[in-house]
């Protein structure tokens, strides 16, 4: 017979990544920063994969599968013109897998209005000049 032991309690992949939030957005690139997780699973974390959506609520494409290193930062090569609506969300990565994902953090260029949709509902950054504002 067959005896395959399943620790569900040791094998386990990363919590989702904390307060993920852009950085800049221009016409060439967007750049995101994150905290990792408050929970690394089993071992430690060893990269992320990246994930981006256009519109908003559009599907989640793979933008990097795994980035191979502990950096809570990304730069993305895109073109992003006025009007352009860009999500991404960020999720962990260890010996045994990618974790489920951050809440996403959404952006317009329209509007100027930075998105982030959180479990407590919306917060909303205004931009200044390319610069994000934090409304407290």
Same mark, same amino acid.
């Given at each position: 017979?067959?005896?395959?032991?399943?620790?569900? +309690? =040791?094998? %386990?992949?990363?919590?989702?990544?904390?307060?993920?939030?852009?950085? #800049?957005?221009? $016409?060439?690139?967007?750049?995101?920063?994150?905290?990792?997780?408050?929970?690394? !699973? #089993? &071992?430690? /974390?060893? @990269?992320?994969?990246?994930?981006?959506? %256009?519109? /908003? !609520? @559009?599907?989640?494409?793979?933008?990097?599968?795994?980035? &191979?290193?502990?950096?809570?930062?990304?730069?993305?090569?895109?073109?992003?013109?006025? @009007?352009?609506? =860009?999500?991404? %969300?960020?999720?962990?990565?260890?010996?045994? @897998?990618? &974790?489920?994902?951050?809440?996403?953090?959404?952006?317009? %260029?329209?509007? #100027? /209005?930075?998105?982030? /949709? =959180? +479990?407590? &509902?919306? $917060?909303?950054? =205004?931009?200044? $000049? !390319? $610069?994000?504002?934090?409304?407290?």
């Amino acid at each position: 017979s067959n005896n395959y032991i399943t620790n569900t +309690e =040791t094998d %386990r992949v990363p919590g989702p990544p904390k307060e993920l939030a852009f950085i #800049s957005l221009t $016409d060439t690139f967007s750049e995101i920063q994150w905290l990792g997780p408050d929970d690394a !699973g #089993s &071992g430690a /974390i060893s @990269g992320y994969k990246i994930e981006i959506a %256009r519109p /908003i !609520g @559009g599907a989640y494409e793979v933008v990097v599968a795994d980035t &191979g290193t502990v950096s809570t930062y990304y730069k993305h090569t895109i073109v992003s013109g006025p @009007g352009v609506e =860009t999500c991404y %969300r960020v999720s962990a990565i260890n010996d045994f @897998g990618t &974790g489920n994902p951050s809440v996403e953090a959404c952006i317009d %260029r329209d509007t #100027s /209005i930075l998105l982030f /949709i =959180t +479990e407590d &509902g919306a $917060d909303y950054i =205004t931009t200044e $000049d !390319g $610069d994000f504002i934090t409304e407290e």
